[in-house]
T-cell receptor
Framework: DAKTTQPPSMDCAEGRAANLPCNHS???????VYWYRQIHSQGPQYIIH???NNETNEMASLIITEDRKSSTLILPHATLRDTAVYYCIVRAPSGGSNYKLTFGKGTLLTVNP | NAGVTQTPKFRILKIGQSMTLQCTQDMNHNYMYWYRQDPGMGLKLIYYSVGAGITDKGEVPNGYNVSRSTTEDFPLRLELAAPSQTSVYFC?????????????FGQGTRLTVV
């Protein structure tokens, strides 16, 4: 699986959009980008994933660049409860080592009042 | 729907003791995983299972054993506890092997070995 690079920490004002970047310059054409978050040492929680197209769900939006070497997770209206460590993960499709999610250190997002 | 349930939530062990961390899921998922997370670090895969009766090693399997006799349960066994095994342990499950599936995590077991 390709490695990812994320900033160690970011701040965001409550009510504003939080944009979390992720670099995955060695991503392969069939690898997906996943985002999870972990709130205060709880179990990680799935947020969103995508391959090539931008994706949106009730939690967030995922913007993937055309060359797929980077992506941005967008929380449109951050709340204090969004304070968490956010993990960007690149995952291979079926077969091979797809059984696992490889977690880096992630980005600690702090939403300030 | 309980999802993934881990017990106990907290445990203190003495060096050399043994214990089993329990993990149960009620989503009929085939895939189950055990991760450990040391302070300030990401999660590291210990063992995983692709179905009942099938288990395999992850990145950091030494000092641990697992079994998968049923689809629902995936216990993690520590035979001779060591201080290096002080960590938070997370169990997870997913429906199938594939690029479009999400993993569900339990709330963790915080283990301290003294």
């Amino acid at each position: 699986d390709a490695k990812t690079t994320q900033p160690p920490s970011m701040d965001c004002a409550e009510g504003r959009a939080a944009n979390l970047p992720c670099n995955h310059s060695t991503i392969s054409g069939n690898e997906y980008v996943y985002w999870y978050r972990q709130i205060h040492s709880q179990g990680p929680q799935y947020i969103i994933h995508g391959l090539k197209n931008n994706e949106t769900n009730e939690m967030a939006s995922l913007i993937i660049t055309e060359d797929r070497k980077s992506s941005t997770l967008i929380l449109p209206h951050a709340t204090l409860r969004d304070t968490a460590v956010y993990y960007c993960i690149v995952r291979a499709p079926s077969g091979g080592s797809n059984y696992k999610l490889t977690f880096g250190k992630g980005t600690l997002l702090t939403v300030n009042p | 729907n309980a999802g993934v349930t881990q017990t106990p939530k907290f445990r203190i062990l003495k060096i050399g003791q043994s214990m089993t961390l329990q993990c149960t899921q009620d989503m009929n998922h085939n895939y189950m995983y055990w991760y450990r997370q040391d302070p300030g670090m990401g999660l590291k895969l210990i063992y995983y299972s692709v179905g009942a009766g099938i288990t395999d090693k992850g990145e950091v399997p030494n000092g641990y054993n697992v079994s998968r006799s049923t689809t629902e349960d995936f216990p993690l066994r520590l035979e001779l506890a060591a201080p290096s095994q002080t960590s938070v342990y997370f169990c997870a499950s997913s429906q199938r092997q594939g690029s479009d599936t999400e993993a569900f995590f339990g709330q963790g077991t915080r283990l301290t070995v003294v």
